[in-house]
């Protein structure tokens, strides 16, 4: 499975991005996710979604991000509103096979693939 991301860059405090992530390969995994990871910080969970379409969202995100998948795209979509500086990181996607919910599906230990990233910065 590989997985690009794209849609990053930078924008105000209280603006908007729309970050997406197309899978190739084997894609029929459980769990699909962003997580972000600031300079100095560990890699946190964002948003997951599973197979049956559940999502979770951490709670600093929760009403601002929305995650969403588009399976005859192959494509995982991560809408954020009202973006706020202590949202900048690089964001990453990633794939997993491990049937969590939950605030487990947000732990990084339960995905098997992971994008590259994108960089987001909010001023």
């Known amino acids: 499975v590989q997985l690009v991301e794209s849609g990053g860059g930078s924008v105000q405090a209280g603006g908007s991005l729309r970050l997406s992530c197309v899978a190739s390969g084997y894609t029929s995994t459980y769990l699909a996710g962003w997580f972000r990871q600031a300079p100095g910080k560990e890699r946190e969970g964002v948003a997951t979604i599973d197979t049956a379409c559940r999502t979770y969202y951490a709670d600093s995100v929760k009403g601002r991000f929305t995650i969403s998948k588009d399976n005859s795209k192959n494509t995982l979509y991560l809408e954020m509103t009202t973006l706020k500086p202590e949202d900048t990181a690089m964001y990453y996607c990633?794939?997993?096979?491990?049937?969590?919910?939950?605030?487990?599906?947000?732990?990084?230990?339960?995905?098997?693939?992971w994008g590259q990233g994108t960089q987001v910065t909010v001023s």
């Open positions: 990633a794939t997993g096979w491990s049937a969590q919910f939950g605030p487990l599906a947000l732990v990084p230990h339960y995905y098997n693939y």
